[in-house]
């Protein structure tokens, strides 16, 4: 069943959603969000897409198997938590950079968190389209 | 093993074949340097691994390691040495390199480690290299058999051993054996002593394949050549021995230790000499050999006099002299003649004349005839048995005499007839092996005679060092090949007439052997293929039983077993606590609103007949759930459980499309029996939670983590730092499990879609 509306105001919906939920993602650590909801927010984006369009529209706007994404955000996560590994301290310690950080304030934090919440969101993200394209596929 | 494989061209295998040969006899050469030391006394180096459990990587040279460390270099360098050439132009020989040497790696941990644990680490790196190795030949169903059966033989045995090790390990209050070894007294004392003895020699038994756990050994002879004549006789199966050896100190001395050591070691030897006769092949013959030699092993270890001790570790190194030796010239036979059929092989001294030196010496050594080193093994073990006094040394002469003469009787089999007469025809022309694969047998045979002729060699540096170690005390030691006129003398000269009788008249005996093997009723390698059926009965009786495959059965058994145990557990612990009598003025109108929305949403998922109004009205539940998160102001909760509301009525909707038309189940006693195991969900669940509520919240954690979060993790979202931070490891077992089920789901969607297509 293909709607007009519903198709037209994907489009503006779709991207609004993955803007919002690489936002989430970005945000999480000081304010509510983080990988878990970002990863779902951006799949809700692709799951309305397919919902509006079809399964094989949206694989081609994602342009890479979801599953692979589910897979290399799990490789992510690990990673950040074995380089902690480097600085000899134990697995999944957070590691800190604070760029043009000034007396007290924090700068430009960047970490090893981070990352590891960059791979939350793949896996979350990359398993949910993976499952929603199986089922909407050959129907 | 047959050389119908595609041959790859490499010279002596190529990288992978000089990189094998070098790493042991570089080892072989450290080692060798350093025994002068060990001869003074035992040495222990660690470092720790895994400081919190008590394990440590540490390192115990003393007498026992070292011998098996050069027995593992030395012998290690001949095989590397002869497989280059026997097996390098295999395609898959890199393959075997690495198999080869993980299970020297292993080995050597083994031997060399003072650290249960570890030992036990290493203990298992031999069985999963020899499974890799006896499969070696993958394409062959046989070896495929074998390789599982000794895999999960041993492997088991491993398990259970590592019950004693644990067991012992608190007994001991350490798990680094140089201290355990010196607590003997206390741990025989202990009450758990016998536990922990039987746990060990399931272990040790089933490594060293002492009957009843003996078959997986002649089955392992599917192994190429190089690999039985290393694991399967020199090195892996006298882990076992080894371990009790070891641990002789810490368990031996008491009297369960005494029979049950002699007793299975004594059946293993006779049993595994007289299957010797029985065999045609002479890998075969081989085979049950190096059984009679575990078993005289044990039952030496087990009989624990310092004449004992000494007569078993003489015995050790003969034994894995003269066999390795044994099994690699079989090799070279059948590489060049074809065939490893002792009723067809004759007159090959002409024609491989350095293949019958090297085998005529390792046969002689096996058969005990001076001036050999086996000789000086035997005649200390009848020393040692003699000395027992009372039915013990009956029990043990007996047992060693019966297997000395077998063992005369397949030298003679193995050696000797092959080698004699005239040449007679086998699938192809015989002649002489490459040097690459005679060195190793000559060297070894050399040893045999060089050992025999000054013993005093063997005797300071390894057998000395390696008794001290066992008895956990120093003895002089001294071997002699001429010990004067005794009784182990005269029973050595009747050991020699016992066996040149047999000898004479061994190929009737064989006959009549296999007619009994015909009729013998108890055959463990067919009861192990029946335990195994067994198994894989029970398994898929339990599978049918628990997994019916009706997902309403499922959720019925789930939700049922939460009623029944919270709700149990509940009322027989009385815990209603003081609070069920929560005030409700404290509910805000809004809220009252919420509630009905989700009281409405419930009753509907009851009363409609669609499915998909169903799941929508499921989909309303969950949001008034979240909008009570919100009220109570826990957003990332709320965010969450509104998302995953979302993504559950989409996923349900679109599986609810794939699922076929059923008619409605709608028996009133089918909707009852469900509406009943609902309502006490409900009730068990409501009362869970106002209890919870009622006790006193513990405000621990979350004081910790309100004042940790941002001055140690840099974050003021307590749930997000909880989450990607203190909890890490948590997270990432989570999202693991997303993937993992994902991928999970996909598999099986494209299976049934494939399904529908065919």
């Known amino acids: 069943m293909q709607s007009l509306i519903l198709t037209t105001t994907t489009r503006l919906l779709a991207a609004l959603l993955l803007m919002f939920s690489v936002y989430a993602l970005l945000r999480g650590h000081n304010l509510p969000g983080g990988g878990f909801i970002g990863g779902l927010i951006g799949a809700t984006g692709f799951i309305l897409y397919t919902i509006a369009t079809s399964e094989v529209e949206a694989r081609r706007a994602l342009r890479v198997d979801p599953s692979n994404i589910a897979v290399v955000g799990l490789g992510i996560a690990g990673l950040a938590g074995l380089s902690a590994g480097l600085a000899g301290e134990p697995f999944f310690t957070g590691q800190w950079l604070f760029l043009f950080a000034e007396d007290g304030g924090k700068g430009l934090p960047l970490s090893t968190v981070l990352v590891f919440d960059i791979g939350v969101y793949l896996a979350v993200f990359g398993g949910i389209l993976t499952l929603v394209f199986a089922l909407e596929e050959e129907i | 093993m047959t050389d119908d494989y595609p041959k790859v061209d490499r010279v002596m295998g190529g990288p992978a074949g000089w990189i094998s040969i070098a790493f042991p006899a570089v080892l072989f050469l450290y080692f060798l340097g350093l025994l002068p030391q060990i001869v003074n006394g035992p040495q222990v180096h660690g470092i720790d691994w895994v400081p919190s459990l008590g394990v440590r990587f540490s390192v115990l040279l003393d007498g026992l390691s070292m011998t098996f460390a050069l027995l593992i270099t030395g012998i290690g360098t001949a095989v590397t040495l002869y497989s280059a050439r026997y097996l390098g132009q295999h395609p898959q020989y890199p393959r075997f390199v690495c198999y080869l040497l993980m299970f020297m790696v292993g080995m050597l941990g083994l031997v060399l480690a003072d650290n249960l644990i570890a030992l036990f680490v290493f203990w298992e790196v031999t069985t999963i290299a020899s499974y890799l190795l006896i499969g070696f030949n993958a394409d062959s169903a046989k070896s495929r058999r074998s390789a599982l059966q000794a895999l999960l033989l041993t492997g088991t045995g491993g398990l259970v051993m590592l019950g004693g090790m644990i067991i012992l390990g608190n007994v001991a209050g350490t798990f680094e054996l140089s201290r355990i070894l010196q607590m003997g007294d206390m741990i025989r004392a202990h009450p758990w002593y016998m536990g922990i003895l039987l746990l060990f020699l399931a272990g040790a038994f089933t490594k060293s394949a002492q009957v009843p756990f003996h078959f997986w050994l002649p089955n392992a002879m599917a192994a190429p050549t190089p690999v039985s004549a290393y694991l399967h006789s020199a090195t892996m199966v006298k882990g076992g021995v080894f371990l009790m050896a070891r641990m002789n100190p810490a368990l031996g001395g008491t009297d369960a230790w005494f029979w049950i050591l002699t007793i299975f070691g004594g059946i293993t030897a006779v049993f595994a000499s007289v299957m010797a006769l029985r065999q045609t092949d002479i890998k075969q013959t081989l085979a049950y050999t190096t059984l009679m030699a575990l078993g005289s092993l044990t039952m030496f270890i087990g009989a624990g006099t310092h004449y004992a001790i000494v007569g078993a570790m003489t015995f050790l190194v003969v034994h894995s002299l003269y066999k390795a030796a044994l099994f690699l010239m079989i090799g070279i036979v059948d590489h060049a003649t074809g065939t490893r059929d002792a009723t067809v092989l004759r007159g090959l001294w002409k024609a491989m004349p350095l293949t019958g030196a090297a085998a005529g010496l390792a046969a002689l050594s096996m058969a005990g005839i001076p001036p050999m080193v086996g000789f000086i093994g035997k005649e200390f073990m009848y020393k040692a048995s003699l000395g027992l006094g009372g039915f013990g040394a009956i029990w043990v002469t007996v047992m060693i005499f019966a297997a000395s003469a077998l063992m005369f009787v397949t030298g003679g089999i193995v050696a000797l007839k092959p080698f004699r007469g005239e040449l007679a025809d086998t699938p192809t022309p015989a002649h002489e092996g490459p040097w690459p ?322």
């Open chain 2, 437 to 758: 694969m005679l060195a190793g047998p000559l060297v070894l045979g050399a040893l045999s005679l060089f050992f025999g002729l000054v013993p005093g060699v063997l005797g300071h540096y390894l057998v000395g060092p390696a008794t001290h170690a066992v008895e956990g005390e120093v003895h002089e030691v001294h071997l002699y090949l001429w010990g004067g006129v005794n009784m182990a003398l005269i029973l050595s000269l009747l050991t020699f007439l016992a066996g040149w009788l047999l000898y004479r008249s061994h190929e009737s005996i064989r006959a009549r052997l296999a007619a009994f093997e015909a009729r013998n009723p108890i055959d463990f390698d067919a009861g192990w293929d029946r335990v195994l059926d067994g198994f894989k009965a029970f398994a898929a009786w339990l599978t049918g039983l628990i997994q019916t495959g009706s997902l309403q059965r499922y959720m019925a058994v789930t939700f049922s077993s939460f009623v029944v145990l919270v709700g149990g557990t509940y009322l027989i612990k009385g815990a209603f606590g003081d609070g069920l009598g929560l005030a409700t003025a404290s509910v805000h109108p809004v809220q009252w609103t919420v509630l009905a929305l989700i009281a409405a949403g419930s009753i509907l998922v009851v009363w409609t007949h669609s499915r998909m109004t169903a799941v929508a009205a499921m989909g309303v539940v969950g949001i008034g759930v979240s909008v009570i998160f919100i009220m109570f102001s826990a957003p990332d909760v709320a965010i969450t459980q509104l998302l995953v509301e979302v993504l559950v009525v989409v996923l349900v909707s679109l599986a609810m499309l794939r699922l076929p038309y059923l008619p409605r189940r709608s028996r009133a006693s089918f909707r009852a029996g469900h509406a009943i195991i609902a309502a006490g969900v409900g009730v068990v669940t409501t009362f869970l939670t106002l209890s919870v509520l009622s006790t006193p919240f513990d405000r621990r954690l979350t004081t910790f983590f309100e004042t940790a979060s941002y001055p140690e993790a840099h974050g003021r979202n307590i749930v997000n730092v909880i989450l990607v931070d203190f909890r890490a490891l948590d997270t990432f077992g989570e999202i693991t499990v997303v993937a993992m089920a994902a991928l999970g789901a996909l598999a099986l969607l494209r299976g049934t879609a494939r399904k529908k297509e065919s």
